[in-house]
């Protein structure tokens, strides 16, 4: 008969599970937790995307790693930028400096790109990322002076 496996793994993944900041000793069988620096894996657009260097936590007796939330969201805006630089897709300054030329606010450019309301905040502050298709928009906007006239036209 097949068992489920119980046996911690040994991978570069991670438990998605963030430790409270003042966990001292592991969820899962109480050791005590040692601070790490290593590789780890983190998901962006279903991908996982390797970080060759981050802080997380490990039990000295399970081995099961565990993320602080400040870790964890580092791990995550550097998985995002991995995955920027991997796509060459535009960063999150880029993205920024682009909206600032143009003279616009978050709203005002969320509002012609019929984007959500904190999408391009989660975009600068490299919380998320651009799909392909709205990179190319994007650097349409840079660069094509007339593609700005048109969408403004067609969001007024
Ligand atoms: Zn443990």
Redesign the pocket.
Known sequence: MKTKRTK?RRDAGIRRRALASSAEA??????ALRERRGALRYPVNGEDIVVGSTTFQQ??????KFLRLDDARRLQEAAIENYRHKYGLLSAGEIRSIRERLGMTQAAMAGILRLGANTLSRWESGRNVQSAALDVLLRMIRDVPECLRYLRRQAA
Do not use: R, Y
């Open positions: 911690p592991c969820p899962v069988c109480d050791g039990c000295a007796d399970c081995k099961e």
